[in-house]
């Protein structure tokens, strides 16, 4: 019967030693849950100031570029790009010999290029092609553009004078430039004409 008391206490010690260590465990657990917890509402108010100041200075960059933006834009609406940048102080309205001259300065100098490698290597080198090409258009933006029948008459007359005599020459070295080189002589041909005319310009028009 002691024997059996004994062993009822034992049992019912251990039975309580059992209950109080996962009460332990379990108050524990709570504990660390709670601490979890705890850490993860931290980090979360973290990230949400980060988005906030990130958000914050994404407003203000925006704001910053539309403002630099506008100014850009305003800028650009106020200059006024000359119509001419051989001449910037040239009117739209009449013709202009200091293009004139700009324009005949650079053919003449593509056609002579191009007449070196034409009597090197023929006149239907790359070379030779590109400059003719270059060429006719600067005859063309002369004739078309600058020296338009109302820009002459908008001109002074000692101009008017000018240009008048020069048009049909001109006329004439386009025709050359775009369809009629054939050879090394033709390039020579159309190289001195320009040069004539150049030289006529730039002295009844002034230094």
């Not at 709670?34 to 850490?39: C, G, L, M």
């Not at 053919?107 to 080198?125: I, P, Q, T």
């Not at 004439?172 to 320009?194: F, H, K, P, W």
């Amino acid at each position: 019967m002691a024997r059996l008391s004994q062993l009822l206490l034992l049992q019912g010690i251990n039975l309580i030693g059992k209950s109080i260590l996962t009460r332990n465990r379990a108050t524990k657990h709570r504990d660390i849950i709670r601490e979890a917890i705890k850490k993860l509402d931290e980090i979360k108010e973290a990230i949400d100031h980060e988005a906030e100041e990130i958000s914050k200075l994404t407003t203000t960059n925006n704001i910053t570029l539309d403002n630099l933006n506008d100014k850009v834009i305003e800028d650009t609406e106020e200059v006024e790009e000359p119509y001419s940048n051989y001449a910037p102080e040239m009117s739209v309205d009449t013709s202009c010999i200091a293009c004139a001259r700009a324009h005949l300065l650079a053919v003449k100098g593509m056609l002579n290029e191009a007449l070196r490698f034409a009597r090197e290597d023929g006149v239907a080198h790359p070379e030779v092609i590109t400059r003719l090409d270059s060429s006719g258009e600067e005859l063309v933006m002369l004739e078309r553009f600058d020296w338009t029948p109302e820009k002459i008459q908008n001109s002074p007359v000692d101009e008017q004078e000018i240009v008048r005599e020069a048009l049909p020459k001109v006329r004439r070295l386009r025709q050359q430039v775009l369809n009629g080189i054939n050879s090394s002589s033709d390039l020579e041909t159309a190289a001195s004409l320009s040069a004539d005319i150049y030289s006529r310009i730039r002295q009844k028009g002034g230094e």
